[in-house]
């Protein structure tokens, strides 16, 4: 409220004056982002080594450690430099003929590529995508293919690429943050080209010959698409047409900054008031912070840093619809653009963004507990799958991620033995666990400590961009640590000891996904988390045209409720809560962006009946995996493991929905299927159709063949946890 009221106060110490009420409001909550350890990993189990195969192709200014996760890493890695990046409403690619940066932003429904029928589902397309096209470009005349590039810094929200003439005496600067309104580029005594792929014919209304020249401080440039683009000076330049672009007359000290104006509103005076208005407030990164107001609301705020011209005005910026949805008191302008992927978004004005989100009641198992009848089933069970597991096996397995997997399936069935007071079989479980990670270490080496990059990857020498699935190339580190985490946290719990002698490599794990503190300089604050999106990203080091991307929105909950577990089993609140706060925040961009009930409004009408997008990258949607199209594992890898987190995405009115339209004819796939790999999706589906109908999941679980169940659940646990449902 006393933002607001200030963003709206008519003089300036008036505005101070409530801004410093604000900050003495909130500095009485105490902010949860403090290190988790700040000491570099133990070297036993963290050999520190020079990463195997790659080093940032440029100059990182901010040496170490470099984010690998983050919507830009691409511009750092050795054949990808030019890969677009999406910074939303707007995309940027690095050019080298003209040297500069292109700007695309035509993303509206109509301009997608959606040729792309799917025959299993009439009505429906299989993927979507956007053509990165050069609507507009910023670059420098005298910078040529002698000139180099360097990041010159970076932060949770943006990133700063410097192009540098050879002697490096003249620069021209992008801030890239998530969300501008504008794209910014400094000139240090370079002379400013303006550019599209398609002809300019007017500026400020006037058609554009070779001999026309236009000064100025301000440019209305129409391309022959007709999008008209926003050009603003720091200083009065003059511009001339000079091949398919604008030419500045002489060099530049300051900066250049460009707007497009959506479709159908060139002549919207109040919209171009508005892009005028802030045109002097130009934003340079942000940074984030998170509080608990108390224990059911947890709260956060983006802290956007600018810079003004005048200082009465503040920023423009724009938010993605879950930001839209629970932004605290905002003040919405009517300027709106499309995102790649994420529907539309709507500028702001302020440089505080709010948010709080109620927190769930979550421990280590499901608050209800199965019903009398049920008991003996799930005891015997629990016995069983406990005698019956494969240490041996588990270990066998070189891929982190199926060992953290198994380690998750073990800590389980510890924990339900332990909640019905079968101590025998605790114990025995107890003593498997601990047997198969001292084994797994004393085995092999497991981790390693990376030099370059700065995290916690697998020990790898060979095929390293391939093996478990890139780990070591910073692939998928929140689903397979958030599995080691998850099991630890739960077996920490049952036994003291082996909590004391394994914490530090266990915290270890956690700081490489979720460091949320710049004092830990071992590892990139929150590598995997976008603050933006609301969600994870899966891809690291491996180069992508579509950006980041996640397949698994399920195992991205599963690591956010293993930091929270984990956080209570050691007595980290701080960590408790900052988990119990982003499972809030990825359960609201979950429900926006990644399953899709029949009125959604951020993706295509045609892609909307998939119910769940598939492969989620930053220019696609992908219906399918990495690993198949089949629609039980399309739909399966977004169920599982199933926690006690299931609950905050899978709601039953959406899962029947999806069960009716995509799973309920290829539901019976441990029947249908010949394939092992493919049967092994039977007991996830049937698992999740609890939601529905648990008495119907119940039978179909217990009558099920083992070569049914996938390698993380356990017929005791799918019964446990069927049995515990409303």
């Not at 003089?11 to 350890?37: K, Q």
């Not at 114990?427 to 990670?437: D, I």
């Not at 890139?470 to 640590?481: E, P, Q, S």
Request: glycine share 6%; with cysteine; net charge negative.
């Amino acid at each position: 409220i006393l933002v607001s009221m200030a963003l709206k106060a008519n003089n300036y110490l008036e505005r101070i004056w409530l801004f410093t009420c604000y900050l003495l409001v909130v500095s009485g909550y105490d902010s949860i982002m403090e290190p988790i350890a700040t000491s570099i990993p133990p070297s036993h189990l963290f050999p520190q080594k020079p990463h195997c195969c790659i080093q940032p192709n440029i100059n990182v200014l901010p040496r170490e450690p470099i984010p690998t996760n983050k919507f830009w890493a691409d511009l750092v890695l050795v054949g990808s430099p030019s890969n677009p990046i999406q910074v939303h409403p707007y995309v940027v690619k690095r050019l080298d003929s003209p040297v500069g940066l292109s700007i695309a932003q035509y993303f509206e429904f109509d301009e997608k590529f959606t040729d792309s029928p799917n025959p299993k589902y009439p009505g429906t397309i299989e993927y979507y995508w956007n053509n990165i096209y050069k609507d507009f470009g910023i670059g420098a005349i005298e910078l040529d293919g002698s000139s180099t590039n360097e990041i010159s810094y970076y932060d949770d929200f943006s990133v700063h690429i410097d192009f540098l003439s050879s002697d490096g005496n003249k620069k021209m600067s992008f801030p890239m943050v998530r969300g501008m309104a504008y794209t910014t580029a400094y000139f240090t005594d370079l002379t400013p080209y303006l550019f599209s792929q398609y002809k300019i014919v007017s500026v400020d209304g006037s058609p554009v010959s070779d001999n026309d020249k236009f000064s100025g401080v301000r440019f209305s440039v129409m391309t022959d698409n007709n999008q008209l683009w926003i050009v603003y000076a720091s200083d009065t330049i003059s511009l001339s047409l000079e091949g398919e672009g604008l030419k500045a007359n002489t060099p530049l000290n300051g900066y250049i900054r460009v707007a497009r104006v959506p479709r159908g509103h060139e002549t919207d005076s109040n919209l171009l008031k508005v892009l005028d208005i802030y045109s002097g407030s130009i934003v340079k990164g942000g940074k984030v912070d998170a509080w608990f107001e108390n224990d059911q609301r947890g709260c956060y705020s983006i802290k956007w840093d600018f810079s003004n011209v005048d200082n009465d005005v503040s920023l423009l910026h724009f938010a993605l619809p879950h930001q839209q949805d629970s932004l605290i008191q905002p003040n919405k302008t009517d300027y709106a653009m499309y995102s790649t992927t994420k529907g539309k978004m709507f500028a702001y004005i302020g440089d505080t963004w709010s948010f709080c989100e109620d927190i769930p009641e979550i421990s280590y198992l499901p608050k209800n507990d199965p019903s009398p009848e049920k008991l003996p089933v799930i005891k015997s069970e629990i016995i069983k799958s406990i005698n019956n597991f494969n240490v041996d096996a588990l270990i066998a397995r070189p891929e982190n991620y199926y060992f953290g997997k198994g380690l998750a399936e073990l800590a389980n069935l510890c924990m339900v033995a332990h909640r019905f007071n079968e101590e025998s079989s605790k114990e025995s479980c107890l003593g498997k666990f601990k047997n198969a990670v001292s084994k797994r270490f004393a085995k092999k080496k497991v981790f390693t400590y990376d030099t370059t990059w700065g995290g916690a990857t697998d020990y790898c020498e060979r095929d390293c961009a391939s093996f478990n699935f890139g780990n070591a190339f910073y692939n998928d580190h929140h689903y397979h640590w958030g599995y080691y985490i998850y099991a630890s946290a739960l077996v920490g719990s049952l036994d003291n000891q082996w909590l004391i002698a394994n914490k530090e490599w266990v915290d270890s794990l956690a700081r490489d996904i979720f460091n949320p503190s710049s004092k830990d300089t071992y590892f990139p604050t929150f590598r995997n988390f976008d603050w933006f999106s609301g969600h994870s990203f899966s891809r690291g080091l491996l180069p992508s045209a579509d950006g980041k991307d996640q397949e698994s929105a399920s195992e991205d909950l599963n690591s956010l409720l293993a930091l929270k577990l984990w956080g209570i089993t050691t007595g980290n609140k701080n960590m408790s809560k900052l988990g119990s706060l982003l499972m809030a925040v990825a359960k609201r961009s979950i429900d926006r962006y990644f399953f899709m009930r029949d009125d959604n409004d951020v993706h295509p009408p045609q892609f909307v009946p998939n119910k769940v997008t598939g492969v989620y990258f930053e220019n696609k949607a992908h219906y399918t995996t990495w690993f198949g199209n089949k629609p039980f594992q399309i739909h399966g890898i977004q169920m599982m493991p199933f926690s006690v987190a299931t609950d905050l995405i899978r709601e039953r009115d959406w899962v029947k929905s999806e069960w009716d339209t995509r799973l309920a004819d290829v539901a019976d796939v441990c029947v249908t299927e010949g394939d092992p790999s493919y049967k092994t999706w039977g007991s996830i589906l049937w698992t999740n159709y609890a939601i529905i109908d648990k008495e119907a999941s119940w039978n179909k679980i217990l009558n099920m063949g083992k070569e049914c169940f996938d390698d993380g659940l356990s017929r005791a646990w799918a019964l446990y946890w069927i049995s515990t449902r409303s």
